[in-house]
């Protein structure tokens, strides 16, 4: 089995970064979570769902790209190893799938980016907050089962931006 090669996944291109092919802006939480607050703040429903496509649309572009590459990635289990492994490698943080198949499932994230950003910026929230995750999953499900974009639905259910324990996703056939 032809093993990752991070090296030429993640390259340079001049002064581009670039993830297996494609340009990747790189940003700390400020950026991210101003981002957020100004697209939820401004445009509402809207602001989430742009936040949600846009991850969706980003990671199912990219990670079907590597699918096609890696063609020695051949069980389910070892796609979502590849995934959960992408998400913790871009610094988004800890991704478990705790249950899942071409119908949807179940994913928690103990810890990740968005919501360390968050907290430290503003605080605990009343909603839940991970809307680039929600999207980044949806995009890993279409990808992995080779469905179109806008498929899946994904719903979070705890977030720790709340104080929960750990962020719950659930994922289903929209
Ligand atoms: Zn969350």
């Known amino acids: 089995m032809r093993p990752l090669n991070w090296q030429k996944e993640l390259e340079r291109e001049g002064h581009r970064v670039m993830f297996s092919g494609?340009?990747?802006?790189?940003?700390?939480?400020?950026?991210?979570?101003?981002?957020?607050?100004?697209?939820?703040?401004?445009?509402?429903?809207?602001g989430v769902r742009l936040l949600y496509q846009s991850a969706e649309e980003a990671i199912f572009e990219n990670f079907t790209n590597i699918l096609r590459q890696y063609t020695s990635i051949k069980t389910e289990k070892s796609k979502f190893e590849m995934a959960a492994l992408v998400f913790q490698n871009s610094g988004m943080g800890i991704i478990r799938l705790q249950e899942v198949g071409p119908e949807g499932g179940l994913f928690v994230s103990p810890s990740n980016h968005h919501v360390t950003g968050w907290l430290a910026k503003h605080g605990m929230r009343d909603t839940p907050g991970c809307h680039f995750v929600r999207g980044w999953i949806a995009g890993i499900l279409e990808a992995i089962y080779d469905r179109p974009l806008g498929y899946y639905a994904v719903e979070e259910r705890q977030c720790k931006m709340m104080r929960e324990k750990e962020c719950v996703f659930v994922v289903t056939v929209r």
């Open 22 to 46: 494609q340009p990747v802006a790189m940003h700390c939480h400020h950026y991210h979570i101003n981002l957020q607050k100004t697209l939820e703040e401004t445009l509402g429903k809207q």
